[in-house]
Structure formats: C-alpha cells, structure tokens
C-alpha cells in the first residue's frame, strides 16, 4: 500500500473499520457466529454508566476540533496559496477561518452542557440501575450527535472556504455569493448542536 493511497479519505474510514472487523471476529471467536448477541448484552450491561457519559463528552470535544482543524486546513493552506499572488484575499477571506472556528466552540460548548449532566451515584453489587445506564447513553448519544454533526460541518466549511479564496482571487464580485453558501454550510453544525442539547435535556441519574 503507498502513501498516496494511505493519504485518500476512503483509506481513513477502510482501515479502522477494518481492523474493528477483525477485533470483533476475534472477541467473538468464531467468523461465522459474527454477531453474539448473548455476548453483546453481557458487554453492554457490564459497562459503567459513566464509560458511556464520558465517551460521549470526549468525543463532542474531540470530533468537533478535529472538523474545525480539518477545514482550517484545507481553507487556510488554498488561502495562504493564493494570497501570494493576489494578497487583497487575505483580510476578506479570514471569515472562513472563523467560522470553521466556530465549530470547535460548537463541541466545547456541549462538551460542557453533558459533563453538568453527570452525576454521581453508588452501584448495587457492580450493576448500576436503569435510570444511571439510559443517563450514560443519552449523554453518549448526544455528544456522538453533535462530534459528527461538526466533524463534517467543519470539512464542508473548510472546502467551501478554500473555493471561496480561490474564486475571489480571480474575480472579487464572486466572494459574496460563495460566502451565502458557507453560512449554510457552518449551519449544519447548529443543527447537531440543538438535537445534542434535546437529547441529553431530560437526563435523570435517579428515580
């Protein structure tokens, strides 16, 4: 496999899901008892509440930075580019840079909504009960909600940007009617960013 193929898109979502394919055949023991569902209920009744909870803050916080680092780079690299040679671009076109910006403050800010949402509270003989294991995945499934929600809003404003630079680089009248098109595109993350909040809105630890 060569460097070119290992740097495609599809490359980054092939091997890990490959390699999580293999674990799980592995866990499993057996390819063609692929799902055990025994095994998996096991699995999931045995994990901490509060395993779910923080996954689901981590990964708001984390996908949410690496959407806003992702599209800072593909905008910020096209708009370094071509400020070189028309440097009028640079001052407009730093717009793009925030709102790509915006994202990561999307996921920190929901980050901070789940973990007041945490509570802490006592097992009975390791199993915790069913209002602390639904809190867990509420507060898992938002913050997954909101980290793909920015992931791909940051990678949708980070190419628009990169076109938006390029496009006002050759004609300036063009940047405007580009830029409409961004705003929708960093749109997206809000939408994730609401349904993460309703989500995890009605948590209760307790009875």
């Given at each position: ?85 028309v ?14 910006e ?28 069913k ?24 990678l949708?404003v ?50």
């Amino acid at each position: 496999m060569s460097l070119d193929s290992l740097m495609n898109p599809v490359s980054w979502i092939a091997l890990p899901v490959t390699f999580a394919w293999i674990c799980f055949i592995i866990s499993v023991g057996s390819p063609t008892r692929f799902i055990d569902y025994d095994w998996l209920w096991l699995l999931f009744r045995s994990m901490s509440p509060y395993f779910w909870s923080a996954l689901g803050v981590a990964l708001a916080v984390g996908m949410s930075i690496l959407g806003a680092a992702w599209g800072i780079f593909i905008t910020g690299s096209s708009l370094v580019g071509a400020s070189i040679r028309v440097p009028r671009i640079t001052s407009k076109n730093l717009i793009s840079v925030i709102f790509c910006e915006a994202v990561a403050i999307y996921g920190v800010i929901v980050a901070i909504i789940l973990q007041t949402k945490i509570e802490r509270i006592d097992s009975e003989n390791g199993v915790f009960n069913k209002y602390a294991m639904g809190a867990g995945y509420s507060i898992f499934g938002s913050g997954i909600t909101c980290g793909f929600a920015n992931l791909f809003c940051g990678l949708c404003v980070g190419i628009v940007g990169s076109a938006c630079a390029l496009s006002d680089a050759q004609n300036s009248s063009l940047f405007v009617k580009i830029l409409v098109v961004e705003i929708f595109g960093s749109a997206l993350g809000l939408f994730g960013v609401i349904i993460g909040i309703i989500m995890c809105g009605g948590v209760k630890w307790t009875a």
